[in-house]
T-cell receptor, first 113, second 114 residues
Framework: DGGITQSPKYLFRKEGQNVTLSCEQNLNHDAMYWYRQDPGQGLRLIYYSQIVNDFQKGDIAEGYSVSREKKESFPLTVTSAQKNPTAFYLC????????????FGDGTRLSIL | GENVEQHPSTLSVQEGDSAVIKCTYSDSASNYFPWYKQELGKGPQLIIDIRSNVGEKKDQRIAVTLNKTAKHFSLHITETQPEDSAVYFCAASPVTGGSYIPTFGRGTSLIVHP
């Protein structure tokens, strides 16, 4: 059954700590995305990757980092430089041929201890 | 860049009524307009989409209309049911080759009262 898996579902971060959110897809999609969702806001783009070993900053990349070493994986690290990390984080993927829609995972909720 | 406005932010209807959510966009180059439904604690799920060469698309109780001249598109849900209660997002973007970076509306919380 193809899809996008995000883990963990809930994550807690201590002050000054980096944490990494996992996103894995078995849809054979080339493009992958990370979004941040806050209450009453739309989805804001953090980073995206169109192809392995390449990624681009989105609108709110400060305090975040990513890697794309494998087609199926696009982990997001929330660094200690991100001063307000409490949010719901969504990963998405998309095939790049034609007008294909994005497919989303079920998110990771990050909270500060 | 693209700017997407979505209204209303909250919509409350009785079961069986129709619901309409409207979005406007600014970039005339946008040519792909998906709608997503997000249930609590879940990721958004695509429910319907429309491309700029089509004015209307229907799938059972859900329809989307697009007015390219006015730069707005709307989601119509007929015969609403309690399970339609969720947050709905619109998005707009040009699709250029393989590149696709959508701009999302802020979402509409739909509440269907039984």
């Amino acid at each position: 059954d193809g899809g996008i898996t995000q883990s963990p579902k809930y994550l807690f971060r201590k002050e000054g700590q980096n944490v990494t959110l996992s996103c894995e897809q078995n849809l054979n999609h080339d493009a992958m995305y990370w979004y941040r969702q806050d209450p009453g806001q739309g989805l804001r783009l953090i980073y995206y990757s169109q192809i392995v070993n390449d990624f681009q900053k989105g609108d709110i990349a400060e305090g975040y980092s990513v890697s794309r070493e494998k087609k199926e994986s696009f982990p997001l690290t929330v660094t200690s430089a991100q001063k307000n990390p409490t949010a719901f984080y969504l990963c998405a993927s998309r095939g790049i041929m034609g007008n294909q829609p994005q497919h989303f995972g079920d998110g990771t909720r990050l909270s500060i201890l | 860049g693209e700017n997407v406005e979505q209204h209303p932010s909250t919509l409350s209807v009785q079961e069986g009524d129709s619901a309409v959510i409207k979005c406007t966009y600014s970039d005339s180059a946008s040519n792909y307009f998906p709608w997503y439904k997000q249930e609590l604690g879940k990721g958004p799920q695509l429910i319907i989409d429309i491309r700029s060469n089509v004015g209307e698309k229907k799938d059972q109780r859900i329809a989307v209309t697009l007015n390219k001249t006015a730069k707005h598109f709307s989601l119509h849900i007929t015969e609403t049911q309690p399970e339609d209660s969720a947050v709905y997002f619109c998005a707009a973007s040009p699709v250029t080759g393989g590149s696709y970076i959508p701009t999302f509306g802020r979402g509409t919380s739909l509440i269907v009262h039984p």
